[in-house]
């Protein structure tokens, strides 16, 4: 089991960054497929990034592609996403979560076992 706890959202300007952090308990986050996920009232969890468990491979909503960036530090139990080039739309809860098993169902909310808190991304036009 892995506790997850985000941190580094807040409100900026568009065209702005910012970088949120994701930092897991356990021994054994390193085999974790990690993800990150956001959610705005009266919608569903909507897929963000993806990076699988040796960081070698990354996937991206469109929405996001070219614009943000995950990033994982095993030795640090952590798991980054920088977001640049921020746009009004990309407000919405942040959420990371940990996926165990393979390499399927990476991008649907459901396939993935343990979750943080959220944190709130708010971008001003």
């Known amino acids: 089991q892995v506790q997850l706890v985000e941190s580094g959202g807040g409100l900026v300007q568009a065209g702005g960054s910012l970088r949120l952090s994701c930092t897991g308990s356990g021994r054994t986050f390193s085999s974790y497929t990690m993800g990150w996920f956001r959610r705005v009232p009266g919608k569903e969890r909507e897929f963000v990034a993806r990076?699988?468990?040796?960081?070698?491979?990354?996937a991206y909503a469109d929405s996001v592609k070219g614009r943000f960036t995950i990033s994982r530090d095993n030795a640090e139990n952590t798991v980054y996403l920088q977001m640049n080039s921020l746009k009004p739309e990309d407000t919405a809860v942040y959420y990371c979560a940990a996926k165990t098993g393979g390499v399927l169902r990476t991008r649907e909310w459901t396939a993935y076992d343990y979750w943080g808190q959220g944190t709130q991304v708010t971008v001003s036009s």
């Open positions: 990076i699988m468990w040796s960081g070698g491979s990354t």
